[in-house]
C-alpha cells in the first residue's frame, strides 16, 4: 500500500522588492518573519518559480498594488499570482496598514490600484487589518466572503535592515551626518534643561498624497501649547523629512522648536531624549483606520504621550492620555517625578499588548494554526 507524501506547511510573504525604509514592511513582514523564524516555522519571502500546492500561504501586502510602490504591470502579476496559486489550493492572505479607500484625490493609477485591491480581496482566504477601523473600511470596500482579522503592529526595539553591518555603517557619509545633526540636537536639548523647559516631541511623515495629515497636524496645537509653556516652560521638537515645511510653520513661536531630519540610525536615540510624545491627528477616514504603533512605540521607549482620539488609540487609553490636549499636557507637565512613575506601568502594558512575541503569536496563529495554540484575533 501506497503512501501519500506530507505535505509541510510553509508561508512565503510576497514582496516584489524588499525595502526595509518602508515601516509597514518591517512591522507587518520583516520583524513577525524574524520571528516564526525563530521559532522553526517555515516563512520567508516568496521567489518566482517555487511549487505552489495546499500547503503553502501566500501573504500579499496591499501597499504593492499601487504606483506608489511597485510598478503596473508587477501588480498585475501579483494579482495572476493569487488567482492561480488559490486555483492550486493555496491559502490566500491580503494584509493591510493603511485606508487606501480614502484617497480624497483619485487618480486614474490610483483608482488602478484600488480595483487590483478589490480583485485581491476577492480572492483572499483571510483579510488581515492593522485596527479594527481598518477592518470596518475593509469589509465596506471589498464584497468578499474571507475572514477578517485584526493583528496590531508590533514595538520597534530598533530600526533594523538586512545586511547591516558596523563596517558599513562605520563607512557612511550619511550616517556620520546624522549622528553629527544627532549631537547638535543634543546639545540644543541641554540648553533647554538648563532654562527649565520639558521638551516634547511629534514624528512622523511630513504628509502624504493620500490624505490631509502630516507636520500640519500640529499647527491647531500652537496656541494650547504657547499657553501651557506660560506656567509650564516647554519645548517641542519635530522629527520628519521636510525641512522646508518646518521652516514654513514653525518659525516665530513663543516656545524653542527644533527639527531633526529622520534618520533610522539615530531616530529611536533622539526619541529617548524626549519626556512628552505629541500624537495629534485630523479626523478624517484615513487616520482613522492607523495602527496604534506611534502611541506604544512612544511608550515603550520612555515617553508619555498625548494623543488625538482616534480608534486605535482608544484602546491605549489607560497608558496615553487621549484628547483635552491643554489638561492632559498640563496634568503630565505638573509632576514629572509622578509621571516617570506612571510611565514604568504604562510600560508593562504596552509591551504586553504589543511586544513582537505577542504580535508573531497572533501571526503564528492565522498561518500557523496546527502547529501553534494561539487564538487568532485583534491585539486588544
Known amino acids: 500500500m501506497g503512501t501519500g507524501k506530507t505535505l509541510v506547511p510553509r508561508v512565503r510573504w510576497v514582496v516584489p522588492i524588499v525595502n526595509p525604509r518602508r ?14 523564524l525563530r521559532r522553526g516555522r517555515g516563512v520567508g519571502i516568496w521567489q518566482d518559480g517555487e511549487g505552489v500546492d495546499a500547503a503553502l500561504t501566500l501573504v500579499f501586502d ?24 488559490r486555483a492550486k489550493g493555496a491559502r490566500i492572505v ?14 486614474s493609477e490610483w483608482r488602478h490600484g484600488l480595483d487590483l485591491l478589490r480583485r485581491l480581496g476577492t480572492a ?24 477578517h ?18 563596517l558599513k555603517s562605520l563607512l557612511s557619509p550619511r550616517q556620520k551626518q546624522a549622528w553629527l545633526l544627532l549631537m547638535q540636537h543634543r546639545l ?16 512622523g511623515s511630513h504628509g502624504n498624497g493620500f490624505s490631509p495629515g502630516g507636520m500640519s497636524d500640529i499647527l491647531p496645537l500652537r496656541p494650547v501649547l504657547e499657553r501651557v509653556a506660560e506656567s509650564h516652560p516647554l519645548s517641542l521638537t519635530i522629527i520628519s523629512n521636510q525641512r522646508k515645511k518646518f521652516d514654513a510653520h514653525f518659525q516665530g513661536w513663543r516656545i524653542p522648536t527644533h527639527y531633526l531630519e529622520w534618520d533610522r540610525v539615530t531616530f529611536l536615540r533622539a526619541l529617548k531624549m524626549h ?22 512605540l512612544s511608550i515603550h521607549h520612555g515617553l508619555s504621550v498625548v494623543a488625538d482620539p482616534i480608534p486605535s488609540y482608544q484602546a491605549y487609553a489607560d497608558v496615553a492620555r487621549i484628547g483635552d490636549w491643554e489638561n492632559s499636557l498640563r496634568s503630565l507637565l505638573a509632576d514629572a517625578n509622578s509621571r516617570k512613575l506612571d510611565l514604568a506601568r504604562c510600560q508593562r502594558i504596552v509591551r504586553e499588548r504589543n511586544s513582537l512575541g505577542r504580535i508573531a503569536d497572533c501571526w503564528d496563529g492565522l498561518l500557523f494554526p496546527a502547529l501553534s495554540a494561539q487564538t487568532v484575533g485583534a491585539v486588544p
Open 149 to 166: 482579522v485584526v493583528i496590531d503592529d508590533p514595538i520597534e526595539e530598533k530600526i533594523a535592515y538586512p545586511g547591516d553591518t558596523f
Open 23 to 36: 515601516a509597514s514592511l518591517r512591522y507587518r513582514c520583516l520583524y513577525p518573519m524574524q520571528e516564526l
Open 124 to 147: 483572499a482566504d483571510v483579510i488581515v487589518s492593522c485596527s479594527q477601523a481598518l477592518s470596518d473600511a475593509m469589509q465596506a470596500n471589498i464584497g468578499s466572503r474571507a475572514l
Open 275 to 296: 519626556a512628552i510624545s505629541i500624537i495629534p491627528s485630523v479626523d478624517n477616514a484615513f487616520t482613522r483606520c492607523k495602527s496604534s504603533n506611534r502611541l506604544t
Open 188 to 203: 540644543s536639548l541641554a540648553g533647554d534643561h538648563l532654562a527649565g523647559r520639558t521638551p516634547l516631541i511629534w514624528f
Open 94 to 107: 491580503l494584509d493591510n496598514c493603511d485606508n487606501q479607500f480614502a484617497n480624497v484625490s483619485e487618480s
Open 62 to 85: 496591499a501597499w504593492t498594488l499601487f504606483s506608489t510602490t511597485n510598478s503596473s504591470a508587477t501588480a498585475e502579476a501579483l494579482i495572476e499570482l493569487a488567482e492561480v496559486a
